[in-house]
């Protein structure tokens, strides 16, 4: 049995790219950047009014100024700013020459004669400089960079309409467990319904890869090597749960020799999911997840997914997040990393939930997300820190 550690940096160091393309901006959220992004233009391109008001001179907060037009957002200035003058100028409109003061509506008074004058105290200019935001030629996203939503606000601004992104991961899933029926059938007699295919497909679709299901295979070394076969010939890596623990029909890990995959670890000191199995073959890698759906859910989040975002050449790194425990915790045994569900108290604490073990899933619904437990501890006293994760 190998460490958490030791298993993980096995597995990173497996990862190949996957190749790259080229997507529009309306599909490219949840990709991985392939190419830097780099603005066309500065941002603002010209000095911009943050509010509406008047545009003067600041030597001239003092006086009545006299109005020479009206500045809509959209509209350049076509007279500059004299003394005792003033543009009424809208938000997002070029500040005219001449001017260096923008003072807003709600701190002006129109006076008698047509002109108008400050009643506030003077303050910030209200002006964005040229370029404050972005220059001309700046590198604004990087390669290996996870596109999210406000990325793409900011590829709009740059006009890169195209980019190119890191072709999303194969991944094929399989389920093993002669007990296991598809979840619209009742299951009869000893059998159960199969919940990791599809929990596993809204896992990949999350970590922006590309899921496909083969299908349940029943206990027998023809039925699991027949889709497995079929999933390695289709995809770059294949998950399959269920089948690798030493049981008599735990016959995955051997399915897995057979067809060729070189076994780099068969066992891991983590809980849930000890008997995580991993195998790699040509520009193939194969994990053999444990079936309980907790460990298959964990083993997931904590292995899985950096191994896609690798894949996908992501660069960031998951931030070490750590929250101040919500009650005292204590375990039997501490010879293995463990993951455990919590909920997030309104005092901002990490609260273990009620959780019976790998098999209770619906533990993990009103979950915020996993406190790690460390190796070698086995008990944390209320209000001690403990690295989280979301979920
Ligand atoms: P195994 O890893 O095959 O020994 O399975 C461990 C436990 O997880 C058993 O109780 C299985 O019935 C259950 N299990 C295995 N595969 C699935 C699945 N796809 N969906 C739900 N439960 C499963
Ligand atoms: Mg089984």
Known sequence: MITFEEA???????AFHTGKEEVGIAEAAGRALAEAIRSDMDMPPWNKSAVDGYACRHDDLGSVLEVIETIPAGTMPSL????????????GAAVPEGADYVFMLEESEESAGGGVRFTG????????RAA????????????????????IAVMATVGATVVTVRCRAKVGIISTGSELVEPDKRPAGAQIRNSNASQLLAQVAR???????????????????????????????VLISGGVSFGDYDLVPKVMRSVGLTMLFDQVAMQPGKPLTFCTGDKKAVFGLPGNPVSTFVQFEVMVKPFLDRMAGVVEKEPQISMPLGADYSRKRAERLAWIPFTVTPAGEALPLEYHGSAHISALTGAWGLITIPRGQSWIQ???MVNVRQI
Do not use: W
């Not at 105290?121 to 964005?128: L, V």
């Not at 404050?132 to 990325?151: A, C, M």
């Not at 970590?207 to 999933?231: F, M, P």
């Open 207 to 237: 970590a922006g890869a590309d899921g496909k299901y083969y299908g349940i295979a029943v206990d027998e070394e023809e039925s699991i090597e027949k889709l497995l076969r079929q999933a390695l010939e289709e995809n770059d890596v």
């Open 121 to 128: 105290r003077p303050g910030n200019d209200n002006i964005a």
């Open 382 to 384: 209320k209000g001690e």
């Open 80 to 91: 500059p700013v004299l003394q005792g003058t003033c543009s009424r100028i809208m938000t």
């Open 8 to 14: 993980f940096r096995i597995v990173m160091e497996s």
């Open 132 to 151: 404050e935001d972005l220059f001309s030629g700046q590198t604004v996203l990087r390669p290996g960079h996870y596109i999210k939503p406000q990325d």
